[in-house]
């Protein structure tokens, strides 16, 4: 495959894994209730659910396991962990959490310090828009257009708006905005990019107003890797060196280290230099997350986190992995497959509301090819669409998305090319039979984060 990079590794264990017959599939898909979440995994054949904790360590990885100290407080594995993450944010002080939305519910409620607050970000993550409302405030989204624009080729469509962001500052007032979330990549957006050029005039705005600037770096290494592709004047930086000046431009660093950590569970806070903010942070990371030098974690999960966080910022391994998402979207647009072009970091994000126009916003478009792409070949995606939004806290009603996605998300050093192409096939097959796709209803809705647990029917 010349146009693709090599892959960095080769395998040295394997998990066997299965296809089940079309007839249990379209049975086990009525038992989980029409909603991909609630399968089994046992009934799955290639996983595509989510990037996060499903990738494969390497034997540096597992052998670090063995070194965990599982004392309560100041295991030799934090000392480790903390030494590594020091090394490449430059930040001061550092805490884990047991995952991403560990670190959000101890930092976000510090941050709101009164009624009617907002957070702004290019797109908040589903659980970090969950944990701003339930501190009390309200999540704005303010990416640029292109994102919306999935065929053109724009090698950032991650980024800011930055008039935008402006206009709500001033419109919202600077005192009422409790931060300024740089969510790096935009995985909602298709695992999209943000450039250095537009993280620097978003940290220019926020400082001029006295905001503190949060990144949401769950994939800080990919986003890295893209700004050395497609960003004029970094090809000769390393992405250490680019990670190192992303961090420089803001204050608190929270990661969900299942995903650029290449763990399968863990997180990260990471506070610059406000020692009286880190103070609050770890009175209230006991009561939820656990001691500060552990968050929920074993001693072994931070000596996994501590290998991996280098592992991660390896430039072959960013290579294969951004040319894996690559080789994807490449077969599935020339079989015809609407999709955000060009691919980002993690995903493939199919442009379901072009294959079933058919299919109201509030009958799930991008769910309900999901579901057809499971019976198919037993392939498990996510929706990422107008069922992902959940309701407006206001007024109850389905909120729109702007684009209805399906998004399949790439595990970690976990599935090869031939993997790839089989999912590209299946896709394409139902893409072929498009017209057949009926939307869904809800049998059961819950409040809050509603996709994980939500049970359907097909509208006949
Ligand atoms: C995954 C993710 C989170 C939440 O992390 P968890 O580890 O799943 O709790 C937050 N923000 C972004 C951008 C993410 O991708």
Known sequence: MPNYARPPYRIKMVEPISLITKEERIERLKEA?????????EDVYIDLLTDSGTGAMSHFQWAALMQ???????????YRLEKVVKNITGYKYIMPAHQGRGAEQVVIPELVKKPNMYFISNIHFDTTRAHVEIAGARAIDCVVE?????????PFKGNFDVPKLIEIINEKGAENIAGIILTITNNSAGGQPVSMENMKEVTMVARANRIPILIDGARYAENSYFIKLREDGYQNKSVR????ETFDLADIFLMSAKKDGLVNIGGLIAIKDDEDFFKQCQINIVPKEGFPTYGGLAGRDMDALAVGLEEALDESYLAYRIDEIRYL???LRAGGVPIQYPTGGHAVFVDCGKIVPHIPYDQFP?????????IEGGIRPVEIGSLLLGRDPDTKENIKADKEFMRLTIPRRTYT?????YVA???????NNRDKIKGLKFTYESPILRHFTAEFEPIE
């Not at 991008?366 to 499971?374: E, G």
């Not at 096939?425 to 893409?431: D, G, K």
Request: with cysteine; proline share 2%; hydrophobic share 35%.
């Open 33 to 41: 209730g029409y909603n991909p979440f609630r399968l089994k995994s």
């Open 68 to 78: 965990g100290d599982e004392a309560y407080a100041g295991s030799r594995s934090f």
């Open 146 to 154: 292109e994102c919306f624009d999935t065929e053109t080729y724009y």
């Open 241 to 244: 060196e680019i990670a190192r």
């Open 329 to 331: 979207g490449d077969l």
């Open 366 to 374: 991008a769910q309900a090819v999901s579901n057809a792409l499971y």
């Open 417 to 421: 090319f031939e993997h790839l192409h």
């Open 425 to 431: 096939e299946c896709l394409i097959n139902v893409y």
